[in-house]
Protein backbone atom coordinates (compact mmCIF):
# COMPACT_ATOMS: atom_id res chain seq x y z
CA UNK A 1 0.00 0.00 0.00
CA UNK A 2 0.95 3.70 -0.87
CA UNK A 3 -0.53 7.09 0.31
CA UNK A 4 0.06 10.16 -2.09
CA UNK A 5 -0.39 13.43 -1.17
CA UNK A 6 0.04 16.12 -4.29
CA UNK A 7 1.22 20.06 -4.13
CA UNK A 8 1.99 22.64 -6.24
CA UNK A 9 -1.23 23.30 -7.48
CA UNK A 10 -2.86 27.24 -7.51
CA UNK A 11 -4.24 30.11 -10.22
CA UNK A 12 -1.40 31.18 -13.09
CA UNK A 13 -1.99 33.11 -16.09
CA UNK A 14 -1.84 31.52 -19.54
CA UNK A 15 1.36 31.24 -20.20
CA UNK A 16 2.51 30.52 -17.37
CA UNK A 17 4.13 27.65 -15.40
CA UNK A 18 3.56 25.52 -12.50
CA UNK A 19 5.07 22.64 -11.03
CA UNK A 20 3.23 19.83 -9.37
CA UNK A 21 4.71 17.24 -6.54
CA UNK A 22 3.40 14.04 -5.66
CA UNK A 23 5.12 12.62 -2.18
CA UNK A 24 5.06 9.24 -1.56
CA UNK A 25 4.31 7.14 1.59
CA UNK A 26 7.17 4.85 1.37
CA UNK A 27 9.65 3.93 -1.06
CA UNK A 28 8.83 4.28 -4.74
CA UNK A 29 11.68 2.44 -6.14
CA UNK A 30 9.67 -0.65 -6.50
CA UNK A 31 6.65 0.66 -8.05
CA UNK A 32 6.05 0.09 -11.77
CA UNK A 33 4.78 3.33 -13.19
CA UNK A 34 3.63 6.44 -11.52
CA UNK A 35 2.08 9.54 -12.83
CA UNK A 36 -0.34 12.01 -13.94
CA UNK A 37 -3.97 12.29 -13.92
CA UNK A 38 -6.24 15.36 -14.71
CA UNK A 39 -10.02 15.61 -14.42
CA UNK A 40 -11.76 19.04 -15.34
CA UNK A 41 -15.44 19.66 -14.10
CA UNK A 42 -18.03 17.42 -16.04
CA UNK A 43 -15.56 15.44 -17.76
CA UNK A 44 -13.62 11.88 -16.99
CA UNK A 45 -10.40 11.67 -15.31
CA UNK A 46 -7.50 11.20 -18.09
CA UNK A 47 -4.05 10.84 -18.76
CA UNK A 48 -1.34 13.51 -18.37
CA UNK A 49 2.34 11.91 -18.30
CA UNK A 50 3.02 8.70 -16.83
CA UNK A 51 6.71 7.38 -15.80
CA UNK A 52 8.65 4.20 -15.24
CA UNK A 53 10.45 2.65 -12.64
CA UNK A 54 13.13 2.47 -15.41
CA UNK A 55 12.95 6.37 -16.35
CA UNK A 56 10.23 5.42 -19.68
CA UNK A 57 8.10 8.88 -20.63
CA UNK A 58 4.92 9.03 -22.30
CA UNK A 59 2.76 11.98 -22.56
CA UNK A 60 -0.99 12.48 -23.97
CA UNK A 61 -0.88 14.38 -27.32
CA UNK A 62 -1.92 17.35 -25.82
CA UNK A 63 0.55 17.54 -23.33
CA UNK A 64 3.87 16.82 -25.66
CA UNK A 65 6.71 19.58 -25.27
CA UNK A 66 4.90 21.66 -22.46
CA UNK A 67 4.75 19.33 -19.65
CA UNK A 68 7.81 16.94 -18.27
CA UNK A 69 7.58 14.25 -15.92
CA UNK A 70 9.81 12.87 -13.34
CA UNK A 71 10.67 10.87 -10.68
CA UNK A 72 13.16 10.86 -7.72
CA UNK A 73 13.72 7.36 -6.38
CA UNK A 74 15.89 8.68 -3.49
CA UNK A 75 13.06 11.53 -2.71
CA UNK A 76 9.81 9.39 -2.90
CA UNK A 77 8.59 11.61 -5.66
CA UNK A 78 7.00 12.40 -8.94
CA UNK A 79 7.02 15.81 -10.12
CA UNK A 80 5.25 17.55 -12.93
CA UNK A 81 6.56 20.28 -14.76
CA UNK A 82 3.92 22.40 -16.46
CA UNK A 83 4.68 25.28 -19.15
CA UNK A 84 2.81 27.18 -21.62
CA UNK A 85 -0.29 26.67 -19.49
CA UNK A 86 -3.64 27.35 -21.55
CA UNK A 87 -7.02 27.58 -19.66
CA UNK A 88 -7.83 24.40 -20.91
CA UNK A 89 -5.14 22.70 -18.74
CA UNK A 90 -7.97 23.80 -16.09
CA UNK A 91 -8.61 20.69 -14.05
CA UNK A 92 -7.83 18.52 -10.72
CA UNK A 93 -4.39 16.84 -10.72
CA UNK A 94 -3.67 13.35 -9.56
CA UNK A 95 -0.97 11.53 -8.55
CA UNK A 96 -1.07 7.65 -9.36
CA UNK A 97 0.92 4.50 -8.51
CA UNK A 98 0.24 1.73 -10.31
CA UNK A 99 1.71 -1.22 -8.10
CA UNK A 100 1.58 -5.21 -7.96
CA UNK A 101 -0.61 -5.14 -5.09
CA UNK A 102 -3.10 -2.32 -7.12
CA UNK A 103 -3.64 0.88 -8.21
CA UNK A 104 -3.67 4.00 -5.42
CA UNK A 105 -4.41 7.86 -6.42
CA UNK A 106 -3.87 10.99 -4.36
CA UNK A 107 -6.71 13.54 -3.19
CA UNK A 108 -5.52 15.91 -6.04
CA UNK A 109 -4.74 19.29 -6.88
CA UNK A 110 -6.12 22.22 -8.33
CA UNK A 111 -4.68 23.35 -11.37
CA UNK A 112 -6.88 26.83 -12.65
CA UNK A 113 -5.42 29.10 -15.24
CA UNK A 114 -7.15 31.93 -16.15
CA UNK A 115 -6.51 35.60 -17.08
Known amino acids: QVQLVESGGGLVRPGGSLRLSCTAS????????MGWYRQAPGKQRELVAI???????NYADSMKGRFTVSRDNNKNTVDLQMNSLKPEDTAVYYC?????????WGQGTQVTVSS
Open 51 to 57: ITSGGIT
Open 96 to 104: NARTFSGTY
Open 26 to 33: RSIFSIAI
